[in-house]
């Protein structure tokens, strides 16, 4: 029997990117999965491709930071698949200013997605969770969770949130059998971080190469990104812990850009 077999997991922002290889990470160990995404095409995308390969997935239009569109589109997970067994809050943003300069509107998108986001779907999942007296779920966070850099007061900010959330989660949930746990990758080599390479080369005054090299990379140990297999190989590991034991904590996955 595989890991996941019959289990049911929401990821949202999982279009693309690493949300997109941890559906499939999931899809690949049984699971049935909910791709939660902004982008309904896309979402309808991805899920065709795990169920070209094999597996069981549904697109669902969710936008996080909508508290209605959070609760349709779990309750729709719900009415396709009887259960909600695992979520992984993954959806996100960036948008990189100083903070002397950081509009008003943005750093409010940017906390919407992220910790909104994550606190919405939490919620929307508790009401299932809750009574069938099991549930698993797995936050997305950064590096930016313990550290901070230049130009990301809001990135920053919310990922730092995130670890405060599922700590209470971690206690609330525990008599309701839910666990709640962060995953903390370092730079991802996705198209939200692609994004960031040439606005921060602009903000910093330097070369795209070189904030990469300087920058992105300048503290792991083997000037290597983290991979989105990476990331999704720790969702697994607290998505499945067969213990109890294993709640409020954080993993970091980063090439030792940040240790602890």
Known sequence: MRRFEEKVVIVTGAASGIGKEIAREFARKGARVAVADLKLDAAEAAAAEISGGGGLAMAVAMDVSDESAVNAGVDAVHAAFGRVDVLVSNAGVQIVHPVNEFPFDQWRKMLAVHLDGAFLTTKACMKY????????IVYIGSVHSKEASQLKAAYVTAKHGLLGLARVVAKEGAKH?????????????????????PEQAKELGISEADVVKTVMLRETVDGEFTSVADVAEAVMYFAGADSNALTGQSLIVSHGWFME
Not at 129 to 136: I, L
Not at 177 to 197: D, S
């Open 177 to 197: 059998n839910v666990r709640a746990n962060v995953v903390c990758p370092g730079f991802v080599r996705t198209p939200l971080v692609e994004k960031q390479i």
């Open 129 to 136: 969770m809750y009574p069938a007296n099991a549930g698993s």
